[in-house]
């Protein structure tokens, strides 16, 4: 589909109102581009932690939609980001994903760039040029703005951008909160990457999906890696291919979900804290049970225990880790995922925490290798010619859910629903329509009901 076909047809392919997803926009190539441009073109981006360079001279390599971008500690303390690709004929000046170092130089023709992105030094600059080349006219191209919250540095291309924490909002940054309280918080070296054969938007969508673990995780049921449920199963249930009934157990949390959702597409969705204890049978929470990170939190956030989620692509765990999605292809999704530990945990704490980040998720991830399964399956058949003509549904709790507004959240009480996901399409098909943000910002501000 061209560029002003694709925005023609918005309305038709989401409609928040019907709880229906047209199946073309996880593999329609135009549509892609357009979310290249419109989305990752313009949104604040996560790109690292800060506890990642700490020193002058650190850097991490880090994705924005399909660009690579530098991300630098300067030598006043600051922080920097640029496109890793030479000013000069294009080549990357950097092909390591993150380290130390005093400058950049291009490995094609020698061009070197500061830890500032000045262009600092020109093979035969006198021979060749004549001294004619204004070095302050070719630095690597910086990123429009960069801004740290609480440790996490994000940037956007888009000069005109809102600052972040205004783009956050108060889901975005209660969010971060959830990570950012549970210690003195730094990033275990070494981000684990994989890749997925799968449109990013079905990684975002699973975010939010506490349908599915019961059928999709069973085998992490089996081996314990989830709490066994109580012999309680859910009614109209699954059969095998032989006819028999399986029983799909049914969980505490399944009544008791709290979603948030948020102005540009923020969403925090999953069981509310208190049934996830009981449903589990241990305090996986027991980190924010003192006044402190209770008031720090607020009266609703200090009961989340669901998915946080920054618009388009960044998903905090309940487990304490992040991960970014990053969109490579339509059919082609890069899993990124930063573990995080608290400096003054003890080494056998560490090492338990490590394990779990290790075992759930990740390439080695029972989880999330299941889910990666589904996710490809499900970008694979809209690519049928008749498969693709089948709507994606999205109907549970469709109409049966009050917003509440307060301090500054909508908040939406409610057993397992599929709200979160709505609220991620339905934005998602705003920012393609690239409107103004401020314009963005009015036609993302949640509903009374959903």
């Given at each position: 589909m061209?560029e002003?076909s694709?925005?023609?047809?918005?309305?038709?392919?989401?409609s928040?109102?019907?709880?229906?997803?047209d199946?073309?926009i996880?593999?329609?190539q135009?549509?892609?581009?357009?979310?290249?441009?419109?989305?990752?073109?313009?949104?604040?981006?996560?790109?690292?932690?800060e506890?990642?360079?700490?020193?002058r001279?650190?850097?991490?390599?880090?994705?924005?939609?399909?660009?690579?971008?530098?991300?630098?500690?300067?030598?006043?303390?600051?922080?920097?980001?640029?496109?890793?690709?030479?000013?000069?004929?294009?080549?990357?000046?950097?092909r390591?994903e993150?380290?130390?170092?005093?400058?950049?130089m291009?490995?094609?023709?020698?061009?070197?760039?500061?830890?500032?992105?000045?262009?600092?030094?020109?093979?035969?600059?006198?021979?060749?040029y004549?001294?004619?080349?204004?070095r302050?006219?070719?630095?690597?191209?910086?990123?429009?703005?960069?801004?740290?919250?609480?440790?996490?540095v994000?940037?956007t291309?888009?000069?005109t951008a809102?600052?972040?924490?205004?783009?956050?909002?108060?889901?975005?940054?209660?969010?971060?909160?959830?990570?950012?309280?549970?210690?003195?918080?730094?990033v275990?070296?070494?981000?684990?990457k994989?890749?997925?054969?799968?449109?990013?938007?079905?990684?975002?969508?699973?975010?939010?999906d506490?349908?599915?673990?019961?059928?999709?995780?069973?085998?992490?049921?089996?081996?314990?890696?989830?709490?066994?449920?109580?012999?309680?199963?859910?009614?109209?249930?699954?059969?095998?291919e032989?006819?028999?009934?399986?029983?799909?157990?049914?969980?505490?949390?399944?009544?008791?979900?709290?979603?948030?959702?948020?102005e540009?597409?923020?969403?925090?969705?999953?069981?509310?804290?208190?049934?996830?204890?009981?449903?589990?049978?241990?305090?996986?929470?027991?980190?924010?049970h003192?006044?402190?990170?209770?008031?720090?939190?607020g009266?609703?956030?200090?009961?989340?225990a669901?998915?946080?989620?920054?618009f388009?692509?960044?998903?905090?765990?309940?487990?304490?880790?992040?991960s970014?999605?990053?969109?490579?292809?339509?059919?082609?999704?890069?899993?990124?995922?930063?573990?995080?530990?608290?400096?003054?945990?003890?080494?056998?704490e560490?090492?338990?925490?490590?394990?779990?980040h290790?075992?759930?998720?990740?390439?080695a991830?029972?989880?999330?290798?299941?889910?990666?399964?589904?996710?490809a399956?499900?970008?694979?058949?809209?690519?049928?010619?008749?498969?693709?003509?089948?709507?994606?549904?999205?109907?549970?709790?469709?109409?049966?859910?009050?917003?509440?507004k307060?301090?500054?959240?909508?908040?939406?009480?409610?057993?397992?629903?599929?709200?979160?996901?709505?609220?991620?399409?339905h934005?998602?098909?705003?920012?393609?329509?690239?409107?103004?943000?401020?314009?963005l910002?009015?036609?993302?501000?949640?509903?009374d009901?959903?």
């Amino acid at each position: 589909m061209a560029e002003t076909s694709v925005v023609d047809q918005l309305d038709s392919l989401v409609s928040l109102e019907r709880g229906e997803i047209d199946r073309r926009i996880f593999s329609d190539q135009e549509i892609f581009n357009l979310e290249m441009k419109h989305i990752f073109g313009r949104a604040w981006l996560f790109l690292c932690h800060e506890s990642q360079i700490p020193k002058r001279g650190d850097f991490f390599e880090a994705p924005m939609g399909t660009d690579n971008v530098l991300v630098v500690r300067q030598k006043d303390g600051g922080i920097k980001a640029f496109l890793n690709t030479c000013s000069h004929r294009g080549n990357a000046v950097c092909r390591a994903e993150e380290g130390n170092v005093r400058n950049f130089m291009c490995t094609y023709h020698g061009w070197t760039f500061g830890l500032d992105g000045e262009l600092v030094g020109v093979p035969g600059s006198s021979l060749f040029y004549k001294d004619k080349l204004d070095r302050s006219k070719y630095p690597l191209r910086k990123v429009a703005q960069l801004e740290s919250y609480r440790g996490f540095v994000f940037a956007t291309f888009d000069e005109t951008a809102p600052p972040l924490p205004e783009y956050l909002g108060a889901t975005g940054r209660l969010g971060l909160d959830l990570l950012a309280e549970r210690g003195d918080m730094e990033v275990i070296p070494g981000i684990q990457k994989f890749t997925v054969k799968t449109n990013w938007k079905f990684t975002v969508d699973n975010v939010f999906d506490y349908y599915h673990p019961q059928i999709t995780h069973m085998s992490a049921f089996a081996l314990g890696l989830i709490p066994a449920p109580p012999d309680n199963y859910m009614e109209g249930g699954a059969k095998s291919e032989t006819g028999a009934n399986l029983e799909v157990p049914f969980l505490p949390t399944d009544l008791h979900n709290v979603v948030m959702v948020g102005e540009y597409g923020h969403a925090i969705s999953g069981p509310d804290q208190d049934a996830l204890e009981v449903s589990t049978g241990v305090e996986p929470f027991a980190w924010r049970h003192n006044d402190e990170t209770q008031a720090r939190l607020g009266r609703h956030g200090s009961r989340v225990a669901g998915h946080p989620h920054i618009f388009p692509t960044t998903w905090v765990t309940a487990g304490g880790q992040l991960s970014l999605r990053v969109p490579r292809e339509p059919g082609v999704t890069e899993i990124w995922w930063f573990s995080f530990r608290d400096k003054n945990a003890s080494p056998e704490e560490n090492a338990a925490l490590l394990s779990s980040h290790i075992h759930f998720f990740g390439p080695a991830g029972l989880l999330e290798q299941e889910d990666g399964e589904n996710w490809a399956q499900s970008t694979l058949q809209t690519k049928g010619l008749r498969s693709r003509e089948v709507p994606q549904l999205l109907k549970m709790g469709l109409g049966t859910s009050e917003v509440v507004k307060d301090d500054g959240l909508a908040i939406i009480d409610a057993p397992i629903n599929e709200h979160a996901q709505l609220w991620t399409y339905h934005s998602w098909r705003e920012w393609l329509r690239n409107p103004t943000w401020e314009e963005l910002r009015e036609r993302t501000v949640p509903h009374d009901r959903f």
